[in-house]
């Protein structure tokens, strides 16, 4: 499914385990925090993460007050907070922010970790091959290498103005949720799930179930940022990608 989800009250709901694409198996919301806000987190049988996309917060958790800072995610790399369910947090807005809020069922504990863009693992795909027209930047904030404690998987990908990504088409089992930025209103590009294809514009969403191949191209001019994260499922966590057997002779190309 792909959508264009609108801000209401100060939150875009992307994915509601018990409602709106439910198939993702995770709660996913972005909320605008005006400067002087306060948000408190609190889930009793879910795992969370608190990424931050711009502005300036505070997190106050477990008796720890942490800043963090970006000044957006064409500029800065990812602040992250990762607790366990029972954990209470509360997010100040020292100016007005962006985060994205990730949750899922979880009854495992494990100790709360802020990660900084330096805990964060990041490296260039595709470059050198099919002319660079697949080149981009692709960092992971956690996943099943870091955190097998966690159902979650979050990470972020900096498309190239003009490449393709999430290529060659590929799929796993496991759902993933897309959450799309460009710099400028007008920036789009499109979004295959399966056969079928999508614009994307900034603020829009892409879920994809388990199985459907979902590569994405962005136009000359306009980078695109994507959030994307993933729910292991249960006994069969994400680990790799499966790719497209039609397309594997490009990898020897």
């Keep these: 499914m792909f959508f264009y989800p609108k801000f209401t009250g100060g939150e875009k709901v992307l994915t509601r385990i018990s409602g709106k694409n439910k198939g993702m198996l995770m709660d996913i919301s972005v909320f605008l925090l005006k400067k002087g806000e306060v948000k ?13 996309t711009q502005g300036d917060i505070t997190f106050c958790y477990e008796g720890k007050k942490e800043k963090a800072s970006r000044a957006g995610v ?4 990812p602040t992250c907070l990762h607790f366990p369910k029972g954990t209470q947090v509360r997010v100040f807005a020292d100016c007005d922010s962006e985060i994205i809020v990730q949750s899922t069922i979880n009854e495992r504990i494990f100790p709360s970790k802020l990660y900084t863009q330096q805990d964060c693992s990041s490296f260039v795909s ?11 930047d692709v960092l992971t904030v956690f996943d099943y290498s870091n955190a097998p404690y966690s159902n979650m998987v979050i990470g972020e990908v900096y498309a190239r103005q003009g490449r393709w990504w999430s290529y060659i088409p590929h799929s796993h089992p496991q759902p993933e949720v897309y959450y799309y930025k460009f710099e400028r209103p007008e920036g789009f590009g499109a979004c295959f799930i399966g056969e079928t294809a999508y614009t994307i514009k900034d603020g ?3 879920c994809f179930p388990g199985g459907q191949n979902h590569p994405q191209v ?10 994307w994260m993933i729910r292991h499922l249960d006994g069969n966590p994400w680990t790799d990608r499966i790719d497209d057997k039609r397309y594997t002779w490009l990898l020897n190309k």
């Design 204 to 206: 829009s969403c892409g």
């Design 74 to 77: 064409f500029k800065e790399g």
């Design 126 to 136: 595709c470059e050198g091959k099919w002319e660079d027209t697949a080149t981009r």
């Design 40 to 52: 408190d987190f609190f889930e009793a049988e879910k795992e969370t993460a608190i990424l931050l």
């Design 218 to 227: 962005t136009a000359p001019g306009y980078p695109m940022y994507c959030c």
